[in-house]
Nanobody
Framework: QVQLVESGGGLVQAGGSLRLSCVAS????????MGWYRQAPGKQRELVAR???????QTADSVKGRFTISRDNAKNTMYLQMNGLKPEDTAVYYC?????????WGKGTLVTVSS
C-alpha cells in the first residue's frame, strides 16, 4: 500500500518562498509518475507540476519560471520549490502518485500567501 505525506506548507508574504516535500512509502519505483496538484477554495483541483515516467517534467503555465519540481529517488521524496509566491497561489497542495491504473493522494498541505 502506498502512503504519501506532504509537509512544508505555511503562511508566507507575497514574493516569498516555500519548499514542499512529499515522502512516499510502499512499493514505489523511480519510473512512477509523481506530481503536485493544488485546490484553492471554491475551485477545482489543478495540476501544478509533475514528473512523468521519472524523467519528463510538465509544469502549469501559471507557475512556470517560479516553481520547480524535483525528486530524490533514494529518499522516495518529491519536492516543490516555490519562489515568487503570489496571493493566487494560496491553496491546499496535494502530492499524487500514479501506480498503474491507480492514483494515490496525500492529505495535502496548506499554503497561504498574503499580499
Amino acid at each position: 500500500q502506498v502512503q504519501l505525506v506532504e509537509s512544508g506548507g505555511g503562511l508566507v508574504q507575497a514574493g516569498g518562498s516555500l519548499r514542499l516535500s512529499c515522502v512516499a512509502s510502499g512499493s514505489i519505483f523511480s519510473s512512477n509518475d509523481m506530481g503536485w496538484y493544488r485546490q484553492a477554495p471554491g475551485k477545482q483541483r489543478e495540476l501544478v507540476a509533475r514528473i512523468i515516467s521519472g524523467t519528463r517534467v510538465q509544469t502549469a503555465d501559471s507557475v512556470k519560471g517560479r516553481f520547480t519540481i524535483s525528486r530524490d529517488n533514494a529518499k522516495n521524496t518529491m519536492y516543490l520549490q516555490m519562489n515568487g509566491l503570489k496571493p493566487e497561489d494560496t491553496a491546499v497542495y496535494y502530492c499524487n502518485l500514479g501506480l498503474g491504473a491507480l492514483n494515490y493522494w496525500g492529505k495535502g498541505t496548506l499554503v497561504t500567501v498574503s499580499s
